[in-house]
T-cell receptor
Framework: DTAVSQTPKYLVTQMGNDKSIKCEQN?????MYWYKQDSKKFLKIMFS???????INETVPNRFSPKSPDKAHLNLHINSLELGDSAVYFC????????????FGPGTRLTVT | DAKTTQPTSMDCAEGRAANLPCNHS???????VYWYRQIHSQGPQYIIH???NNETNEMASLIITEDRKSSTLILPHATLRDTAVYYC??????????FGTGTRLTVIP
């Protein structure tokens, strides 16, 4: 069974559209994350979220919003997509208070045209 | 968060030990050293972590100097599947990994 899964794997869309990427983890973890990896392969934290707190990287535009319907899911909504949003987005999870290692999903490659 | 410095790239012959260094001279007493790797087109994968003592698991060994200002990740018998970018990260707690540019390890047949 896949520990952290993301859908879709590839997403191609036009500028100005609104899209969502889904993430699910079956590890029983209570903290989930979203990362963005740009064309230069630099991996950057966007959000971390558990049932107590949402921590937002201050450089993330407010067009990006995480939504968690339950502890096992953290979806990423993106409004008014821009060309610069093209990247690979990774979801991850970890157990708060645990040894701190994060498990990553396979990534979603978003291309904005 | 303490910053880390790693070589941009390294090569290693298949079957040999790969030793990947990391400098973290500004690390504070309660910050752990974590290692992750990212194989092409996949999500990062946790390898190992430590605080003060050397650590070993089924994937690798982590050697941390006594002053904790540097560490070395050792892959004892590198295989072609170990070709990846290896990230050394220092942090407190589980949240917010800050990835640097990492070391691109190429295992050569």
């Amino acid at each position: 069974d896949t520990a952290v899964s993301q859908t879709p794997k590839y997403l191609v869309t036009q500028m100005g559209n609104d899209k969502s990427i889904k993430c699910e983890q079956n590890l029983g973890h209570d903290t989930m994350y979203w990362y963005k990896q740009d064309s230069k392969k630099f991996l950057k934290i966007m959000f971390s979220y558990n049932n107590k707190e949402l921590i937002i990287n201050e450089t993330v535009p407010n067009r990006f919003s995480p939504k968690s319907p339950d502890k096992a899911h953290l979806n990423l909504h993106i409004n008014s997509l821009e060309l610069g949003d093209s990247a690979v987005y990774f979801c991850a999870s970890s157990q708060e208070g645990g040894w701190g290692g994060q498990y990553f999903g396979p990534g979603t490659r978003l291309t904005v045209t | 968060d303490a910053k880390t410095t790693q070589p941009t790239s390294m090569d290693c012959a298949e079957g040999r030990a790969a030793n990947l260094p990391c400098n973290h001279s500004t690390i504070s007493g309660n910050e752990y050293v974590y290692w992750y790797r990212q194989i092409h087109s996949q999500g990062p994968q946790y390898i190992i972590h430590g605080l003060k003592n050397n650590e070993t698991n089924e994937m690798a060994s982590l050697i941390i100097t006594e002053d904790r200002k540097s560490s070395t990740l050792i892959l004892p018998h590198a295989t072609l599947r170990d070709t990846a970018v290896y990230y050394c990260i220092v942090k407190v707690g589980a949240n917010n990994l800050f990835f640097g540019t990492g070391t691109r390890l190429t295992v050569i047949p």
